[in-house]
């Protein structure tokens, strides 16, 4: 066949359509094999030569220093410490999940209550990376451990931004249970779509004329390919273990999971992950402690797997803290609370571990949780405008 | 512009998707064309589910859904009660925030009174932090003033808001926009606050005019999107002539709510629930093609292909390979199929 396809009628191309599908839409293939989309951005970031994409995992649910970095819980966190730098005086100020967690992502000390289920009003990290550096949604992702308040992280009500610029956000608990499937699939279960079927299936949708309406307020802005590869992940997500990942901790397990699974197809440029479920701790500290070996175990399995990676490996940078610890004593449930404004509560250890990034290191000087954003966005070569954050010192190398 | 057209199948679609929130069935798409719009829409509106349709859109405004729903009451329940007339819809709403399931998601002073201020009477709290105060106070069980009004506790709250103008005002803003998918302005919600203050029943009259007006149909010449209820709804009942159980909206619809953008998950779930129908649709060498596109087409899109659509699928299913099943998935896994 020719390689021009200059001259060549409709009837042509849809007969030969089979040649010329892109093979990254074609489901059914292991997830480790996927053919990445080819970044259309280069391959260096603007303020950090040897990174290429960010992960940023907020190892949320109220999480002090005692029971990970400075215990033998963690050994993965240990190692992954150990390879980059440690900020053991990260202090935070809300200590209300929702509003610690979205702190992080738009690096302001934001005012939420612990139920409020409203969206942020200023930018996330995510929308000015995508507007500014500009990335499609696919290059964007935030998984979650499920709860529908997670899925306001995405993005913000700033109205410069907002949700074409948001994040494609995934709750792996919602979607990657044992329920959803029964009710989606049934006795029948989830097929293996037959190849040459979904080759016809991508030309015949393709063939539909309707012009897309204009994104307005609703909508990340995943383009028809972009929508067609995230389909056939969640297809065979659906097919894998990820739903039968269950006990103890299993939202946050399936939210790194999915997350290690995002990072193998999409290659995204900056990845979010949020646990929560060391929030146990309020009626069991034993329960909150097995929730954060498990975490560990997970970020390992997510850590190795980039290392592991030829295209991922020396040239992802990972950011892990939590958005806020836990009360210095026990309470009366022989738990852990969130509310008595001790140092063990308002200052955690954040781990920065890059190409770019120094080793082995340990920045005793107090520095923000809502440093993140602007050090993630600068990486980028953008400006986080509204963060009240200021860049991590002493990081690069 | 000539209004409703019960002879276009897209306006009978959208009619079915904004009073009863499913697509209608293959035999309510036949008869349409044989009946009047005025008599369509007061049979829609008398119907229990279109009742049923508007309480699970309230549940869900207010947030009371999966775990924190009220329990179902059947026959006694708020739809049935506003379908025979013995409830007003200012009263089916104020009984669902009077209600225990209300109380335990809006648990507390500043998040119970916070809620009802801004979901009631569309107000900035933060702006108004007089009336939030007076709100907790009553709350906390102190006689207080809101509004000019005395009362106590949780249920004086609810009382004294809804009787404000603005409660039932905003309801009428919010039913508009959420039919006809339209803003509606402060102006025209006045004067349809009013009147279902006046006339307990005026809130099936008033989704008659909207839906016969000339707004609408001007509406339906554009796409608007499906909500999730709509989509799964409406999916079930294209594909199976059946609705879905509540198990099964539950648990598709709490799915889809933990994705920024629902639209690849909504093609999974048609492609399974095709796979599971598979059966029911013909082989290869039991149909005609061009007929088959043609109808597919009208079926799940409401419209006809273009000339060029028709070709192109013509096209390809003429390869020998492709097998009915496949145009129909290409259709309802389609972004249009989101919309309509």
Redesign the interface.
């Known amino acids: 066949m020719s390689s021009s396809r200059r001259g060549m009628s409709r009837r042509d191309v849809l007969r030969y359509g089979a040649m010329l599908a892109a093979a990254s839409a074609v489901p059914g293939q292991a997830l480790a094999g996927m053919i990445p989309r080819p970044s259309p951005f280069g391959p260096f970031l603007a303020g950090a030569p040897l990174t290429q994409r960010v992960v940023l995992v907020v190892f949320g649910g109220g999480v002090r220093s005692r029971e990970t970095i400075q215990s033998e819980n963690t050994p993965n966190l240990k190692r992954i410490a150990e390879a980059g730098v440690v900020y053991p005086q990260t202090r935070v100020e809300n200590i209300g999940h929702y509003g610690a967690a979205v702190s992080i992502f738009t690096g302001i000390s934001e005012s939420f209550g612990i139920r409020q289920n409203e969206r942020t009003p200023h930018p996330t990290l995510f929308e000015y990376i995508r507007k500014d550096a500009k990335l499609s949604a696919s290059d964007v992702w935030l998984s979650t451990s499920g709860s529908d308040q997670e899925t306001n992280y995405s993005y913000g009500n700033d109205p410069r931004f907002g949700s074409r610029y948001g994040a494609n956000l995934i709750g792996g608990e919602g979607i990657f249970n044992a329920e959803f499937r029964e009710v989606l699939a049934g006795k029948v279960g989830i097929r293996q779509p037959n190849a040459e079927q979904e080759e016809i299936l991508q030309r015949l949708r393709a063939s539909v004329r309707t012009p897309r309406p204009v994104l307005s307020e609703s909508g990340v802005g995943n383009d028809p390919e972009s929508a067609a590869r995230i389909e056939s992940y969640i297809l065979e997500e659906l097919r894998g273990g990820t739903s039968a990942i269950t006990g103890l901790g299993a939202n946050d397990a399936k939210a790194i999971r999915v997350a290690r699974n995002l990072l193998t197809i999409f290659r995204p440029k900056l990845l979010g992950v949020t646990l929560r479920n060391p929030d146990v701790a309020h009626g069991s500290f034993n329960d909150y402690v097995s929730v954060i070996r498990r975490n560990d175990a997970e970020l390992g399995l997510l850590y190795d797997s980039i290392q592991s990676d030829p295209v991922l490996s020396g040239s992802t940078a990972l950011f892990i803290l939590p958005e806020f610890g836990r009360d210095r004593d026990l309470n009366e449930r022989r738990g852990l609370d969130h509310g008595d404004n001790s140092d063990e509560l308002h200052k955690v250890a954040l781990i920065a571990n890059g190409p770019d990034f120094k080793r082995n290191k340990i920045i005793t000087r107090e520095v923000r949780s809502i440093d993140v954003t602007p050090t993630v966005a600068k990486m980028f070569g953008v400006t986080a405008g509204t963060s009240r954050g200021s860049a991590l010192p002493g990081l690069f190398a | 512009m000539a209004g409703l057209d019960l002879s276009d199948r897209r306006h009978v679609r959208a009619l079915y998707l904004d009073l009863l929130g499913r697509t209608p069935t293959a035999d309510e798409q036949e008869l349409a064309p044989s009946t009047k719009p005025e008599i369509l829409t007061r049979h829609l509106v008398r119907n229990r589910e279109f009742w049923e349709h508007w309480y699970e859109d309230e549940l869900y405004y207010f ?1 009371l859904i999966d775990n924190a729903r009220p329990e179902d009451e059947g026959e006694a329940g708020i739809p049935v009660r506003l379908m025979k007339g013995e409830l007003g819809v200012l009263d089916g709403v104020r009984m669902i925030v009077s209600g225990s399931a209300f109380n335990r998601a809006n648990p507390g002073n ?2 119970f009174v916070s809620v009802v201020l801004e979901q009631l009477l569309d107000m900035d709290v933060q702006r108004n932090k007089v009336v939030l105060e007076a709100g907790k106070k009553m709350y906390d069980g102190s006689t207080s003033n809101l509004f000019g009004e005395k009362g106590r506790g949780q249920s004086g709250i609810v009382r004294i808001v809804t009787n404000q103008d603005g409660f039932s005002d905003l309801i009428a803003r919010r039913q508009y926009e959420r039919i006809v998918g339209l803003p509606a302005a402060r102006k025209q919600g006045e004067a349809w606050g009013a009147r279902l203050r006046e006339e307990p029943d005026a809130y099936v009259e008033l989704v008659r005019e909207w839906v016969l007006s000339d707004a609408y149909a001007e509406r339906l010449a ?2 608007r ?1 499906k909500t999730d209820n709509q989509f799964i709804r409406g999916l079930w009942v294209d594909l199976t002539g059946k609705k879905p159980d509540k ?2 909206l539950q ?2 619809r ?2 889809l ?5 629902a ?3 909504r ?3 048609a ?2 629930l095709l ?2 129908e598979s059966e029911r649709f013909p082989d290869r060498g039991d149909v005609n093609g061009e007929e088959l596109i043609k109808d597919t087409f009208l079926r799940y899109l409401g419209r006809s292909p ?1 000339p ?2 028709l070709e ?2 013509a ?2 299913y003429a ?1 020998e ?3 009915p099943v ?2 129909v ?3 309802v ?4 199929y989101q ?1 309509y």
């Open positions: 947030l500043d998040t554009s796409l999107p198990v099964q648990r598709l709490g799915a709510s933990v994705l920024a953008d639209g690849p998950l093609s999974v779930i492609r399974a796979d599971a273009s060029e659509e192109d699928f096209i390809i390869q390979d492709t097998e496949t145009i998935r290409s259709i896994t389609h972004w249009e919309y």
